[in-house]
Structure formats: structure tokens, C-alpha cells
């Protein structure tokens, strides 16, 4: 099967990589480090320079901050995973 523009040969070799290191090195990789950026960006950065948005310097802003990021990285973290299996799977010869 021909792969198309969103999954294409170097995508479909690159993922035969990655899961080979299993889904725990996927969280670990590329799960975490995208929380704790987007984290820092959107939870700290506002806190220390008032950017993009000034927020209250409090322990409950960043509890909050974290909160929402954990529970976005782990949506993101499922879907890339899955969608993931799912082209490899679907593309696989």
C-alpha cells in the first residue's frame, strides 16, 4: 500500500524505531518533555516575565498549571501513541 502525505516511508521507519523502545520510552521521551515545556512556557514564564498573560505569583497557580499540563500530556501522549500504532499498523506490508 502506497503511503500517503501524512504517513510517509521516513514517518513509517521512524515510528518501526520508536516502538521498538516500547511505550513507556515513548512517555518518557517525548510525553514528558513536552509537559514540562509546555508547563514552564504557560505555567512559570507568565509567573516570572508577565508573558503571554500576568499571572499571580502563588502556589496555587502553579498547582493548577500543573494539573491541567499532566492532564494534557497524558491525552497527548494516548493519541500519539495510538494514531501512531495505528498508520504503522495499517501500513505495514
Known amino acids: 500500500m502506497k503511503h500517503p502525505w501524512y504517513w510517509s516511508k521516513f514517518q513509517h521507519d521512524l515510528w518501526f524505531k520508536q516502538r521498538e523502545g516500547g511505550e513507556l520510552a515513548f512517555w518518557k521521551t517525548h ?10 512556557v504557560n505555567g512559570i514564564f507568565p509567573m516570572i516575565f508577565g508573558v503571554p498573560y500576568e499571572a499571580e505569583k502563588t502556589i496555587g497557580h502553579i498547582v493548577f498549571s500543573i494539573s491541567i499540563w499532566l492532564i494534557a500530556g497524558f491525552l497527548y501522549g494516548k493519541l500519539s501513541w495510538c494514531f501512531g500504532e495505528k498508520l504503522y499498523n495499517k501500513y505495514s506490508n
Open 31 to 40: 510525553v514528558l518533555f513536552w509537559t514540562l515545556f509546555m508547563f514552564v
